[in-house]
């Protein structure tokens, strides 16, 4: 069986040494460091999940790439079947670590990348698709944890990529010999990419005559020569770093999500990882392909999860504080139900719909309308739902004081006293629970879920690619009996 145990996974990041900052200085283990090492808890779990009984069918499955065993984060979907796993996959992750599913992009990139090398090699005769089963075989024997990277920053939106002053605001090939390529460029956003094994990297938009070497797709290990990360710091970064118990946090092992920028400064990929150079036409396929597959995954997916821990910590604290029959609490509630049910029916739905893609080539995606229609309508409903939760939690949940003051002598039983509501809860749970609402409702997850797989602008844009109307207007026509044009 190709699965790693979670201490072989942690093992293995062992020997790894990618070059990390955070907070102005130098990480020198992410294993230690307290805030990267939530990423390592985060990952390892999926190898724990993979592994257990009660979750295995949904945290692994069959290749018949490799005829094994494999984690499903490393899995190309190949019927609807697979996709509805996928989903099903995204949400337990989600609601499990309270935090964000790391692995999901660049299992999502390989679902770009398989279709699209095969109908490169098919229409151009090059040789990626092969050589990108190499790869995905080498990470499905070597169960590795992939993080996926369409790259950014991108210059001036109003300017086309060849204006742009500086021409690596989009990564971009700079030499090239018979080894392979060297790239230069960055990604602002990628969630969790140090504490994977590998990178993969697609294009961040689609490409025209003249931005060949913008068009370019591949692999590489996360501490392979002139990769650079440049973690995010926050105030819950802060706290974290501070905490004097990790218990005191709102979401204690996993933490609130953690990303970086990673620099590419000249790194060399060899030609065996490379899976895409030059082919201008493609590059909008990658992009699109990943689109489709990873706002399935963002809208209707991992935000259900979300919302699953933020509707158990409404409930609990309608109970501590007695509201259990108050009705605009139970409507609030109510309606929270119907905006993650909302959310998930669309991630089913886009894995039921999801469809070969290209045909032929073996390669599954969820519907595209039900993928962007999800997506779309989580950025919406999240917000929503942190307001309805910021409501029942009431105030406490910006105003409490550390849990740390329950062990604080001179005030202890005065925080027991006034934060127990009366009931007989403990007094610590009670504050646990609104620490966890502050994770959610006073932290980085609105913004994060807004653009996290594109921001409302880039579904609708999809969307309006996609929907035509030729068939609603025959429906009137037809209703109405409408009479044909008069040609003139
Ligand atoms: C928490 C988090 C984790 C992420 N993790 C990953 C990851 O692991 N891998 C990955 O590849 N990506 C990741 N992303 C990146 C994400 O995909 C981008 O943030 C997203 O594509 C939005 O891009 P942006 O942040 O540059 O926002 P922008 O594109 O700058 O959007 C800001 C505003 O400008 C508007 N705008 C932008 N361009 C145009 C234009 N041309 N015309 C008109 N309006 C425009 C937008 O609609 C929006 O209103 C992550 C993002 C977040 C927030």
Redesign the pocket.
Known sequence: MALMTPEQFEQSLKARKPRVFMNGKLVENILENRNTRTVVEANKASYEWALDPRYKDIMSCHSPLIDDVVNRYTHVSASTDDLMKKAEAGTFTAETLGT?IYRC?GYDTFHALAGTTWEMDKDLGTAYHPRFLEYLKMVQREDLSV????T???GK?SQKTLDWPDPFLSLKVVDKNDDGIFVRGA?????GAYASHELVVLPQSSHVQGEEDYAVAFATPTDAPGITYVCQYSAYSAERDGADDLEELGNPRFGQ?E?SLVIFDKVFVPWNRVFHCGEVKYSAKFVTRFAKTHRMTCGGTCKVGFMNQIIGACSLIQEYKGLEKVSHINDQLTEMVVLRETGRACGMAAAIKGKEDPPGSGVYLPDEVMGNVAKLNICNSFWRVMALAGDIGGGLVVTMPSLKELKNPEVKDYVNEFYSFGSDEPTENIMKVHKLLQNWTAG?HG??TW????????QKIALQRVVKFDREKDIVKHTLKLKEKVHS
């Open positions: 964000c992009v993080a996926g990277a369409l950014e920053p991108r939106r990604k602002i956003n990628i969630s999500r990303t980085q913004v994060g653009h996290g797989a594109g921001p409302v602008m880039a």
